[in-house]
Structures are given as structure tokens and as C-alpha cells.
């Protein structure tokens, strides 16, 4: 009997401490997601800062999202003085040598590509990790090209991008990433913005009829 009450006991006290600790971390939680939210805010925009010109005002504020290839594109619409300034273009690709890997790329208004940085991979240090700007030059020759004039695919197979030594794959997925995010850009913010432009066009037209 004393073996069966002290069994009862033991129970009751893991479900009381089971509960305790799971109350303590709701409450943790809701004391500290604001915060933690607050800063993966300014994380995304010091990452958009990165890519694109100066803009007036908060791209994350107006991020929409289009589902692609099987995953989501994250769009960062930028603006200055009410004008495009281009977008920020979180980007994937699955064709990486260590798997998935997610870029953000930042376009200007005429869709030439202002800069690229690497958001998170798995690529092998030394070789395929060289997508980094921060480990070697190959994201640079990005810079300033317009993927309407400028091929995003290795030249072994017919493109513009100079490839990794050694990290063809790596190179080939990176091409994929940005001309992914590149076509995205052109059909749902240059589109819009060529539509809005045709409807101002239209309504001032009509003005100057009256």
C-alpha cells in the first residue's frame, strides 16, 4: 500500500513541476516575442539595406510573399519619395551541393541587380561557400547586370556567370537562385509598376480632355 501511495505521489509531483515549467515558458515566451520579433525586423532590414539604394521607407512593412517551384519568394517592396527604388527579392534554391540555400537579392527599379547577399547555407567551406561575398568575389559579378542582357547561367553551358573553381554545382544553384527571384521581380513588381504607370498615364489624359 505505502509502495502504491509513494508511486502516486511521484506521479502528481512530475505532472505538477510538467506543468509549472510548461506555464513558466508560455509566460516567457509572451513576455519576450515582441522582442524577439522586433529583432528579426531590424535583421531583415539591415539585410535589404545591404542590397538595395538608399529607400524612405519600411520594406518589411510591405513584404507579400509568392509560393514558387514548390517554396515562397519573399518580396520587399523599396521606395524613395514616393518612387520605386526597386525590391528586395528573398530567394532559394534546392540545387545546392549541401541542398537548399536562400539568398536575398536586391533589384533596382529597371530590374539590373544592385547587390546579393547569402541569407543561410550548407555548402562545403572552402569551395561551394565561396557563394558568400564574404568569403570571395564570385557574388560581385552580379552587380550592375540586367538579367534581360545578362545570362544567369555558367558559361560551360552557354551563360555569362564565371563559375567557382571547383564548385560548379554550387555556382549553377547560385544562378538558379537569382534568376528565380529575377523572374518574380519582372512579372509582379515591374508589371504592377508598368500597370500603375499606364493607369496614371490614362487618368491624366482625361484630365487634359476636360
Known amino acids: ?52 539604394p538608399p529607400f524612405d521607407n519600411n520594406p518589411s512593412d510591405d513584404v ?44 533596382l527599379a529597371d530590374g539590373t541587380i544592385n547587390s546579393i547577399n547569402v541569407i543561410s547555407h550548407s555548402e562545403t567551406p572552402g569551395l561551394g561557400d565561396k557563394i558568400n561575398p564574404k568569403k570571395s568575389g564570385f557574388s560581385l559579378q552580379f552587380q550592375g547586370k540586367n538579367p534581360e542582357t545578362y545570362k544567369l547561367a555558367v558559361r560551360k553551358e552557354g551563360g555569362d556567370v564565371e563559375a567557382i573553381t571547383a564548385s560548379t554545382i554550387s555556382s549553377k544553384a547560385f544562378c538558379d537562385a537569382v534568376a528565380r527571384a529575377y523572374r518574380v521581380y519582372r512579372e509582379d513588381v515591374m508589371k504592377q509598376e508598368a500597370r500603375d504607370g499606364d493607369t496614371g498615364a490614362t487618368s491624366n489624359k482625361e484630365t487634359d480632355n476636360q
Open 64 to 107: 507579400y510573399k509568392k509560393y514558387v517551384d514548390g517554396d515562397t519568394v519573399y518580396v520587399y517592396p523599396a521606395t524613395k519619395d514616393g518612387n520605386s527604388a526597386g525590391a528586395a527579392v528573398q530567394t532559394f534554391t534546392n540545387n545546392g551541393y549541401g541542398g537548399k540555400f536562400v539568398l536575398l537579392v536586391g533589384f
Open 1 to 52: 500500500m505505502a509502495k502504491e501511495s509513494s508511486f502516486k505521489n511521484m506521479t502528481l509531483t512530475l505532472l505538477t513541476i510538467t506543468f509549472v515549467s510548461s506555464a513558466v515558458l508560455a509566460g516567457v515566451y509572451e513576455l519576450t516575442k515582441d522582442s524577439i520579433e522586433a529583432v528579426r525586423i531590424q535583421k531583415i532590414n539591415r539585410g535589404i539595406s545591404d542590397v538595395l
